[in-house]
């Protein structure tokens, strides 16, 4: 689990912009984050710390999918990537700016990491998880501060891919005629569980107003879910950015989140969380 302590997070931008290559290091942290995104991969040829064992996810930041591996050469790796995978935009490596990880370390890393991401709110392009190498016991504790670690960078940077959900989430609720959906919060973001049900018609007034989010709407309806006469049965989970934004999703029309979502015991979402303000 992370600390709830002060950590200082410090972001080196090689050439001076957000655009760029940039390099990340977590106060009292073993690691070290190089975030590239994949049109700037060339930067990064002569960088020595990247022909070393890393942890490393490809992130598409359009629609949140993401992929976890691990490597003994991150540069020759992510060329590889390059080639074979069409979907991302960006990756993340982890790296030990004393070189001191191994190749059974990041192996056991990427089984860890795989197997919490698998659980979460991201799409993950892994299908399984990695067997679980052995490790000796004395490293184990070193190895969960990195993930966890990793864990903040990743947040901090809005990939939500290694966060574990609470035990007892506050689940919302959003039901009309045709609407019969769930979802929680997770970080910063709000996610639709798979399984919840959708309308597949559409307001004219969305489509007129919100033409992105339209179409977005409809691709995620191709491809993550099952289509039944009049609704789609969602097959994962899928985060937005707010309650509104995920309203909207599953109900085709503009809608008031503070009104519409409610809980197990019809409150909106208004009187819980607004609650003695």
Same mark, same amino acid.
């Given at each position: 689990m992370t600390s709830?302590?002060?950590r200082?997070?410090?972001t080196f931008l090689p050439d001076g912009t957000l655009e760029g290559l940039r390099i990340i290091e977590l106060s009292e942290s073993s690691i070290r984050a190089f975030v590239i995104p994949r049109l700037k991969l060339a930067d990064i040829k002569n960088r020595s710390e990247l022909v070393q064992p890393a942890l490393y996810f490809l992130f598409s930041s359009d629609t949140m999918q993401g992929y976890i591996g691990e490597t003994e050469n991150f540069f020759h790796r992510i060329k590889n990537h390059d080639q074979s995978k069409l979907w991302w935009n960006i990756v993340v490596a982890i790296i030990s700016p004393t070189n001191s990880f191994e190749k059974g370390d990041v192996k056991y890393l990427e089984s860890i990491a795989v197997e919490r991401a698998l659980g979460g709110s991201m799409q993950i392009d892994n299908k399984t998880t990695p067997i679980r190498n052995n490790i000796h016991e004395f490293k184990i504790h070193s190895l969960q501060k990195v993930l966890d670690d990793t864990q903040i960078v990743l947040t901090s940077l809005g990939y939500d891919a290694l966060s574990v959900p609470e035990k007892t989430e506050q689940i919302w609720?959003?039901?009309?005629? &045709?609407?019969?959906?769930?979802?929680?919060?997770?970080?910063? &973001?709000?996610v639709i569980l798979a399984g919840s049900i959708l309308d597949l018609e559409e307001a004219p007034s969305f489509e007129k107003f919100f033409p992105s989010d339209?179409?977005?709407?409809?691709?995620?309806?191709?491809?993550?879910?099952?289509a039944q006469k009049d609704i789609a049965i969602l097959n994962e989970n899928i985060q937005f950015r707010?309650?509104?934004d995920a309203g909207q999703f599953v109900t085709g029309r503009s809608i008031n989140a503070w009104t519409t979502w409610k809980d197990k015991s019809g409150q909106t979402m208004n009187e819980v969380m607004r609650r003695g303000e």
């Open positions: 709830d302590q002060p200082l997070i410090s609720y959003c039901k009309t005629k &045709k609407t019969d959906a769930k979802g929680v919060f997770r970080g910063d &973001k709000f339209s179409i977005r709407r409809r691709e995620i309806i191709k491809s993550k879910t099952t707010s309650p509104n």
